[in-house]
């Protein structure tokens, strides 16, 4: 079973336009992480933030964290025709670190 | 050179037939990890290893088996492929024990039974 969700499925946008996914997850966490999956490729861990966090910042990446509501979001600003990819959420719940992935959010940033 | 590296990269195979993928690493992690990728499912574990004497089955384990063989090398074989195995196969790695550490992920395998 999957932790996460994310959220829209798919994002269509211009190039300089800001995208934002949304993760959402049922249990408690001990972190999120988001990673990024260039089509047919091995996905790239991105960005780390713990459930103690509520903000995080790499970039042009901001991630924020609600464990309130256990949601998180991953803001790309000024996007580039190269930030298209597949994005997925991670979440750590259990003692063994082990990441439970989401279906992921295809980003598609026309030039 | 890659840190994580998969082979082959692509496979068709028939139903019925044995099939293993081969993962290499050079980052020295104990950790190591299989998950297939179907379009619209995300990626699901299938095994997992701790370390060369630790392997412990995913989400999803029925139809495969694994091997590792040393700290470097994680094996995951079909041992009687079906079609509903078609999928992409990642192999990924792990520091040990450290809560949050990032997976490194192979280029995958893109398998094809018929």
């Known amino acids: 079973s999957q932790q996460g969700e994310e959220d829209p499925q798919a994002l269509s946008i211009q190039e300089g336009e800001n995208a934002t996914m949304n993760c959402s997850y049922k249990?408690?966490?001990?972190?999120l992480q988001w990673y990024r999956q260039n089509s047919g490729r091995g996905l790239v861990h991105l960005i780390l933030i713990r459930s103690n966090e509520r903000e995080k910042h790499s970039g042009r990446l901001r991630v924020t964290l609600d464990t309130s509501k256990k949601s998180s979001s991953l803001l790309i600003t000024a996007s580039r025709a190269a930030d298209t990819a597949s994005y997925f959420c991670?979440?750590?719940?259990?003692?063994?670190?082990?990441?439970?992935f989401g279906r992921g959010t295809s980003l598609i940033v026309h030039p | 050179d890659a840190d994580v590296t998969q082979t082959p990269r692509n496979r068709i195979t028939k139903t019925g037939k044995r099939i293993m993928l081969e993962c290499s690493q050079t980052k020295g992690h104990d950790r190591m990890y299989w998950y297939r990728q179907d379009p619209g499912l995300g990626l699901r574990l299938i095994y997992y290893s701790f370390d060369v004497k630790d392997i412990n089955k995913g989400e999803i384990s029925d139809g495969y088996s694994v091997s590792r063989q040393a700290q470097a090398k994680f094996s995951l074989s079909l041992e009687s492929a079906i079609p509903n195995q078609t999928a992409l196969y990642f192999c990924a790695t792990s520091d040990p024990g450290l809560a949050g550490a990032p997976q490194f992920f192979g280029p995958g395998t893109r398998l094809t039974v018929l």
């Open positions: 249990t408690s966490i001990n972190n």
């Open positions: 991670a979440t750590d719940a259990g003692g063994s670190y082990i990441p439970t």
